[in-house]
């Protein structure tokens, strides 16, 4: 087995998500969130290093999902936990953070048990955009107010269960960014940057999850049904038909 840059990216994306689990654990909540978003840096960075690298292995693949899974599911769960808590209780709060990690676990083993292939589009929500709401939900400036806490519970179950539907996101895979993607892209970065920014001359991170929450629910909102041609839409949906019967061989 042989590891190239690409897998140690990888893997520094992993050692964030353990980072913001321990600060989770020890009740720092901000800090928590924020090393959820890093570990998706370095995890969508990990793809630009194989491409400027030309390096690919066969365990690349495999631990790039494991990792997504513990850094957008895992993590986000245990930020849940730590934000929920004084509202639901030990118990309640619990049980609202066990809902990312189990769906996330289900969509981990179906992508595993039977890959989907498709160009441009997600089948169901991907981990990526869900984890880093919840993030920014619990680390936000609106969190304060009793009226969000309680929709980001519907908020959590569910962009949670989008991850395990079979409805098409638009993705950036295989053939590039279309415009509006890439304008979108930049803007996000943008208002990162500026939050980020705001933090840093000390006004707090909550600026920051407020961008990284309102790009996040508006990719759920809008990624869906937005700009994917008539003919790709049916292409996909009769690509998912025959998709759903190779569970029905496998069992």
């Not at 245990?78 to 049980?95: E, F, N, R, T, W």
């Not at 569910?158 to 892209?185: E, N």
């Not at 003919?231 to 759903?244: D, G, P």
Request: proline share 4%.
């Amino acid at each position: 087995m042989h590891l190239y840059l690409k897998d140690y990216v990888t893997l520094t994306s992993l050692v964030c998500a353990v980072i913001s689990i321990v600060f989770a654990v020890e009740g720092h909540l901000q800090y928590a969130c924020l090393f959820v978003w890093l570990a998706f840096v370095f995890d969508a960075f990990d793809g630009v290093v194989a491409r400027l690298t030309k390096k690919k292995n066969a365990i690349g693949g495999h631990l790039d999902n494991t990792v997504d899974f513990i850094g957008s599911a895992l993590a986000p769960s245990v930020c849940l936990y730590l934000g929920y808590k004084p509202l639901l209780g030990i118990y309640g709060a619990a049980a609202l953070a066990a809902v990312p990690t189990l769906f996330g676990a289900i969509r981990h083993a179906r992508n595993y048990a039977n890959p989907p292939r498709v160009q441009n589009l997600w089948v169901g929500l991907p981990r990526t955009y869900s984890g880093l709401a919840f993030a920014g939900l619990v680390g936000s400036n609106f969190f304060v107010y009793p009226e969000v806490q309680w929709a980001g519970i519907g908020i959590v179950i569910v962009l949670s269960f989008l991850g395990i539907t079979a409805v098409p996101f638009q993705g950036r895979h295989h053939t590039g960014l279309k415009w509006h993607q890439t304008g979108c892209l930049i803007l996000t970065i943008l208002t990162w940057i500026f939050g980020i920014t705001w933090a840093l001359l000390g006004y707090g991170l909550e600026t920051f999850f407020d961008g990284l929450l309102g790009w996040m629910l508006g990719y759920v909102a809008l990624a869906w049904f937005n700009k994917i041609p008539k003919e790709e839409r049916q292409e996909y949906s009769a690509y998912i038909k025959e998709w759903k019967k190779g569970f029905e061989e496998s069992a």
